[in-house]
């Protein structure tokens, strides 16, 4: 049976008319590569995206507006997802995380328990991929600063919501990277699409 996969390409820029980021460019990649391989897929690109990041908490919230609707049920409607951002001061840019604020509800994502720490995971047995594009190359960002954007990504947001990470990828850094080292990230969502696909 074909598996249904959800490319989010969280970067601002990202719009259907592609503004030629590094970003859309792999999520392209990933995306013919699960295509050919008959999976059905979705994709929102962050910048066709419109609705409010204001956020004053979890307690009778705003309506959701029509894009964080869409988003939710391609959320719902994968069994594989593919978020793919830039690294900006050491987590994803603000209005891709406004998403995850506004759209990762209770009674969606997940529902605490009435008594103690609890809680079900309500995306429970969906997996994902994530690819992260920087200017920190990995070896800094996993020594010095202990990796923040996909620690935070796979534990406490993805995972904390049932999501099962399968691979995270941090390529850079993008401003010193020579065309054999994007040629070979390419090279690597391509073989991580492969697999989601199988």
């Not at 939710?72 to 830039?86: L, N, R, S, Y």
């Not at 995380?97 to 995971?121: E, I, N």
Request: charged fraction near 20%.
């Amino acid at each position: 049976m074909s598996k249904n996969i959800f490319i989010w390409v969280a970067h601002p820029k990202a719009t259907t008319m592609n503004a030629g980021t590094l970003c859309e460019g792999l999520a392209d990649t990933y995306h013919e590569t699960v295509e050919a391989r008959s999976a059905n897929v979705r994709r929102i690109n962050l910048g066709d995206m419109t609705f409010t990041s204001e956020l004053s908490g979890y307690v009778n919230t705003e309506a959701l507006e029509d894009d964080l609707v869409h988003w939710q049920e391609a959320i719902a409607w994968a069994d594989h997802v593919m978020i793919i951002h830039p690294y900006w001061w050491g987590a994803m840019p603000s209005k891709a995380k406004a998403v995850l604020d506004r759209a990762l509800t209770p009674g969606f994502a997940y529902k605490y328990h009435q008594k103690g720490m609890g809680w079900d995971k309500l995306l429970k047995g969906k997996t994902a991929d994530v690819v992260i594009t920087a200017d920190t190359p990995l070896l800094i960002d996993t020594i010095i600063y202990r990796k923040p954007a996909r620690r935070v990504l796979k534990n406490q947001v993805l995972g904390f919501c049932g999501i099962k990470v399968k691979n995270i990828l941090h390529f850079g850094s993008v401003k010193m990277a020579t065309s054999q080292n994007i040629d070979r990230w390419f090279r690597q969502v391509k073989h991580i699409a492969v697999k989601a696909s199988a």
